[in-house]
């Protein structure tokens, strides 16, 4: 079994939230937990580590909302994700795969060599 480190979990976390937030503006923690496939206590723990840091808030009907700082740690991460997925299922791997790599990789890259790899593929 796979133990994900707090950043890499809360990273995960974002990108789903984000994710969410795109189709629709009132995310419930259900949606959270049916979106990640984990249970509510789970998600329960993760909303209160992701407000205590700063990366959302909670309306009076409970919705989850990011906030800006945790908009650009959503939006980083999603962007690193979509750019290792396009190129692994460009190098043709399976989808299904790719997607299970894309998501390992995003997290392991620093920010400085991924932006490095980024321009070298604008070239």
Request: aromatic share 6%; proline share 3%; charged share 30%.
């Given at each position: 079994?796979?133990?994900?480190?707090?950043?890499?979990?809360?990273?995960?976390?974002?990108?789903?939230?984000?994710?969410?937030?795109?189709?629709t503006p009132y995310?419930?923690?259900?949606?959270?937990?049916?979106?990640?496939?984990?249970?509510?206590?789970?998600?329960?723990?993760?909303?209160?580590?992701?407000?205590?840091?700063?990366?959302?808030?909670?309306?009076?009907?409970?919705?989850?909302?990011?906030t800006e700082k945790?908009?650009?740690?959503?939006?980083?991460?999603?962007?690193?994700?979509?750019?290792?997925?396009?190129?692994?299922?460009?190098?043709?791997i399976a989808p299904?795969?790719?997607?299970?790599?894309?998501?390992?990789?995003?997290?392991?890259?620093?920010?400085?060599?991924?932006?490095?790899?980024?321009?070298?593929?604008?070239?």
């Amino acid at each position: 079994m796979e133990h994900k480190s707090h950043m890499q979990s809360s990273e995960d976390y974002l990108k789903a939230l984000f994710l969410l937030q795109r189709k629709t503006p009132y995310i419930r923690p259900t949606d959270l937990a049916i979106q990640m496939g984990y249970t509510k206590p789970s998600i329960s723990r993760a909303i209160s580590m992701l407000k205590k840091d700063g990366l959302i808030t909670r309306d009076r009907e409970g919705h989850i909302c990011l906030t800006e700082k945790g908009t650009l740690a959503a939006e980083k991460v999603y962007e690193r994700h979509c750019f290792f997925m396009e190129r692994l299922v460009a190098a043709g791997i399976a989808p299904d795969i790719a997607e299970k790599e894309a998501c390992r990789m995003e997290h392991a890259i620093s920010e400085e060599s991924f932006e490095k790899l980024k321009r070298m593929g604008n070239k």
